[in-house]
């Protein structure tokens, strides 16, 4: 056996107008304030951080999961803050993103996210996954998304799945916990092989239990609060953006590690110092 990395990065959702896109200088739409900072995040931290583990620990392979709802075609029509609904247009620049990530691995798994985002059949994220390299297809379908997957690098089994416990808002440890359990319950019943390493996407929410068998992750998103996240609770932690990474060699996890960047809210405001204009006169 060798050493393997595996990258994981989830909730793109290319094509909403508070999430990641490609600054592709043909397109009539130009990135917002927010959108450019979650861009700069991406080439600028993300991916030169993921480059340096690489030149770290020099793997004989490198896996990429994409935990679904990498595009948003909002199936349900249920917002007007898309910056397109053609999902050419939508895949194209979510393949040009992933591009470098891409190139890194050997072979992609990607999971299907949310049917209101990605549309019927995989929707927008089967468009995405057949159009990368190296994509491995879902057996015994001509299709390169999954509802969920089992793969095995270097004696470490992992499980990747977009939704994770059916919780009304964000993840959070103690979610993780229940969800690590659950998984070792319905395995043990079943007389299957537990999971070393179990990744949820959906929740928008990076969080990961190290030293525990299953090493529990939930892996961030691409995307900045959307009007339904302020709904539901405005003053909630901002999502956070970043991604997660793997390493395992010989049978063990070497290293699991949080991406996690976090957009900065608007400090309190005061009015400026002085005296008021109408006093002046
Ligand atoms: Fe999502
Ligand atoms: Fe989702």
Request: aromatic letters at 10%; proline letters at 5%; zero cysteines.
């Amino acid at each position: 056996m060798g050493t393997s990395v595996e990258i994981q990065i989830s909730d793109m959702h290319v094509g909403h107008k508070t999430a990641i896109m490609y600054p592709d200088g043909n397109l009539d739409y130009k990135p917002n304030k927010g959108q450019k900072w979650v861009f700069w995040v991406w080439q600028s931290q993300f991916l030169p951080a993921v480059e340096k583990l690489l030149d770290k620990y020099k793997p004989d392979h490198v896996h990429l999961s994409l935990l679904g709802d990498m595009g948003d075609i909002d199936w349900k029509k249920r917002t007007s803050f898309v910056w397109t609904r053609d999902t050419e247009i939508i895949r194209d620049n979510a393949v040009t993103l992933l591009k470098p990530l891409v190139n890194m691995a050997d072979s992609v798994h990607s999971v299907r996210g949310t049917l209101a985002h990605i549309g019927e059949g995989g929707g927008i994220d089967e468009y995405i996954a057949s159009d990368l390299d190296n994509s491995v297809p879902a057996e015994g379908y001509k299709q390169f998304s999954h509802w969920y997957a089992l793969f095995e690098l270097e004696g470490v089994l992992f499980e990747i799945a977009h939704h994770g416990k059916n919780r009304s808002k964000w993840t959070d440890l103690t979610g993780l916990i229940s969800l690590g359990n659950e998984i070792i319950l319905k395995r043990t019943k079943n007389g299957q092989r537990i999971p070393d390493v179990v990744s949820r996407g959906h929740f928008h929410w990076s969080g990961h239990i190290p030293d525990t068998k299953p090493y529990t992750v939930a892996v961030a998103s691409w995307q900045l609060p959307t009007d339904y996240v302020y709904r539901i609770d405005p003053t909630v932690e901002t999502p956070h953006v970043g991604g997660h990474v793997v390493v395992v060699r010989d049978g063990e996890i070497i290293k699991g590690e949080r991406f996690k960047y976090m957009y900065e809210r608007s400090k309190v405001w005061k009015p400026k110092k002085g005296i008021r204009k109408w006093l002046k006169k």
